[in-house]
């Protein structure tokens, strides 16, 4: 597609419930992250990947969290056993590897409320 | 512990006049330096960016301006225009050649008056 596509854009979960976001990046695009943004905040990084391979988890929350990217395309967060304090909106990017002026892409976001 | 500090948090500016929006960093790794604007409903958007090897990029009516003793930047915004109000974010990067991992600040809320 034309831009990073995320899906769904809303969510809304009942605490204690497992969801899984997804997000299709730019073709070709070699990176991948993960943003989680709270409202009137900037975003705070999650996780990200080169390909299929996991660089960075750090920002990940606590256990609850987990990303993958199996076929080095398509990737999904997964947040388990959901609670209050994870909704937020969740926003990944795409961009090229390399580069001193590497641009990431950013989609719309999946606005996740867990009740 | 927040790694890139902004301000302020919001800006109203009259058409036609100058915004100026600071950043402020501790992380001497960080070489990377990314401006985004974000509209309502919309994910973030990179405006401009600038290394640590210059100090100052000009596109169009958006400058950075960098200091890099101070670890301080800075975005201005010439000549104003109510189609810039939005929300604006720095953020920084240590990645190298490789863009990684983006540490933003709080955000910016630009309004700018016809």
């Known amino acids: 597609g034309a831009g990073v596509s995320q899906s769904p854009r809303y969510k809304v979960t009942k605490r204690g419930q497992d969801v899984a976001l997804r997000c299709d990046p730019i073709?070709?695009?070699?990176?991948l992250y993960w943003y989680r943004q709270a409202l009137g905040q900037g975003p705070e990084f999650l996780t990200y990947?080169?390909?299929?391979?996991?660089?960075?988890k750090s920002g990940l929350p606590n256990d609850r969290f987990s990303a993958e990217r199996p076929e080095g395309s398509i990737s999904t967060l997964t947040i388990q056993r959901t609670e209050q304090r994870d909704s937020a909106m969740y926003r990944c990017?795409?961009?090229?590897?390399?580069?001193?002026?590497?641009?990431?892409?950013f989609g719309q976001g999946t606005r996740l409320t867990v009740v | 512990q927040q790694q890139v500090k902004q301000s302020p948090q919001s800006l109203i500016v009259q058409k036609g006049g100058i915004s100026i929006i600071n950043c402020a960093y501790e992380?001497?790794?960080?070489?990377?330096f990314p401006w985004y604007q974000q509209f309502p409903g919309k994910g973030p958007a990179l405006l401009i960016a600038?290394?640590?090897?210059?100090s100052e990029k000009k596109e169009g009516r958006f400058t950075i301006s960098f200091n890099k003793s101070a670890k301080q930047f800075s975005l201005h915004i010439m000549d104003s225009q109510p189609g810039d109000s939005a929300t604006y974010f720095c953020?920084?990067?240590?990645?190298?050649?490789?863009?990684?991992?983006?540490?933003f600040g709080r955000g910016t809320q630009l309004t700018v008056w016809p």
């Open positions: 992380n001497t790794a960080f070489d990377y």
């Open positions: 990017a795409s961009s090229l590897i390399g580069g001193l002026n590497t641009e990431a892409f």
């Open positions: 990947f080169n390909y299929e391979a996991q660089q960075d």
């Open positions: 600038i290394r640590p090897d210059v």
């Open positions: 953020a920084a990067a240590d990645g190298g050649s490789t863009l990684g991992r983006l540490y």
């Open positions: 073709s070709g695009h070699v990176s």
